[in-house]
């Protein structure tokens, strides 16, 4: 497999790479390289717009991605997908749009593993009106309280925005539960899908959720495209205004398109969306099966090996976690060692993970994180842990 991605045959700092920060953007198959090369260099037009031929195939190209994100993750109707550059775009969105509803004192609950981008967007609409964030707080082992979930809605309540799994926890969220918990109180949920969909079958029907966002360059995919799922988008006001998302324009007034074309105002990205579907074939030429037993497999073996690391903290022990392994190693920086991991050729993320608010209620400022795609092996892990005890052994 790893010879679908050349990248993987580089030194770096005279050491094999290691690549094990696919959580923040998971490597890119030739496949993917070659759907984009191949855009620019037969199809490149702009899309929705020409009569020419080659607009016309542009169109077909990204609507056909359309159809195959929709068949990707069971959305009823490609109607429902809309184009982003990424899941931060896509919450912005959603955020914009539904929360030009939103009224003083109305509250959001979020969790206290969300990612910055999950986190203040909500906090912008703050500039027209003020609402409050309630907080589904964390038991020890990184999941979520649930018991305390409950208590949090009220009248007030507008929406629920949670992510589906963890980005420095690797936690798996029982996000089918939280919407119906959320549904039983009338109020709608968004599920930050950035981490799930390139380790599980994301289901939004099965969910049930009324939005779900995520990133193309998560899911072995290029960077500059995203997708926002929507269950009503129709009874939605816009997002940007501009070219695309307009039926009529006057001086004086103007309508608009129907979801989704509504919010994918301007030119979109379309060489990276109609990239996409060739990530979505490669993830199904693995298969989700072997997905999950490789990284599974990866997971367990590198818990157990650093372990073994004198004065190493694993941070997420939730029962349902996925690829993603972070840690701390006491009287260290996370900082440090991930200058001395590089050093040996070992690329991990260290810092906040864009996650500030659980770093505080982790009583931390920083940790290595570790994460893992099917395309990793056992030498990767064994060269993570040898690194990681080197590393721990200089330092301490
Ligand atoms: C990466 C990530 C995001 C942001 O994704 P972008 O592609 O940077 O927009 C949001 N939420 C989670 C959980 C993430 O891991």
């Not at 068949?71 to 931060?88: D, E, K, L, Q, Y």
Request: with cysteine; proline share 5%.
């Amino acid at each position: 497999m790893t010879d679908q991605f050349p990248i993987l045959q580089r030194q770096v700092n005279s050491h094999r790479l290691v690549y094990l920060d696919n959580a923040a953007t998971s490597l890119t198959p030739e496949a993917v390289v070659n759907a984009i090369a191949d855009f620019y260099r037969h199809h490149n037009a702009n899309v929705h717009r020409g009569v020419h031929s080659l607009s016309q195939e542009a169109t077909t190209l990204l609507e056909d991605a359309r159809r195959r994100v929709a068949a990707f993750i069971n959305a009823p109707s490609p109607r429902h997908i809309v184009f982003t550059r990424g899941t931060t775009e896509a919450i912005n969105l959603v955020a914009s749009s539904l929360g030009q509803s939103f009224e003083g004192g109305d509250e959001v609950i979020v969790t206290a593993m969300e990612h910055h981008s999950n986190i203040v967007p909500w906090q912008l609409i703050n500039s027209r009106c003020r609402v409050r964030l309630r907080v589904v707080p964390l038991l020890p082992d990184g999941s979520l309280d649930m018991d305390a979930l409950d208590s949090l809605f009220n009248d007030s309540t507008r929406l629920v925005a949670v992510t589906h799994v963890s980005n420095v926890l690797g936690t798996v969220n029982p996000v089918e539960r939280i919407t119906a918990i959320a549904h039983s109180h009338g109020v709608p949920v968004l599920v930050d899908g950035a981490q799930a969909v390139a380790h599980r079958r994301v289901d939004v029907q099965a969910i049930d959720c009324d939005f779900y966002a995520f990133s193309a360059h998560k899911m072995y995919g290029p960077m500059g495209a995203g997708v926002l799922y929507g269950k009503n988008l129709d009874k939605l006001p816009p997002y940007q205004g501009g070219g695309e998302m307009v039926d009529k324009v006057t001086m004086e007034r103007t309508t608009y398109q129907n979801a989704p074309l509504r919010f994918e105002a301007g030119t979109p990205s379309v060489a990276d969306i109609v990239a996409l579907p060739a990530a979505i074939n490669w993830i199904e030429s693995v298969s989700w099966e072997q997905i999950h037993d490789t990284e599974q497999a990866l997971l367990t073996r590198a818990t157990a090996g650093l372990e073994h690391v004198p004065g190493l903290h694993i941070l997420g022990t939730a029962p349902d976690k996925d690829a993603v392994l972070s840690f701390v190693i006491n009287g260290t920086s996370s900082y440090d060692i991930g200058v001395l991991l590089d050093q040996q050729g070992v690329a991990v993320r260290t810092g906040h993970h864009c996650a500030e608010p659980l770093m505080a209620r982790l009583g931390i400022d920083g940790c290595v994180r570790a994460s893992f795609a099917p395309y990793n092996t056992v030498d990767d892990v064994d060269a993570l842990v040898n690194a990681t005890m080197r590393a721990a052994s200089m330092l301490r």
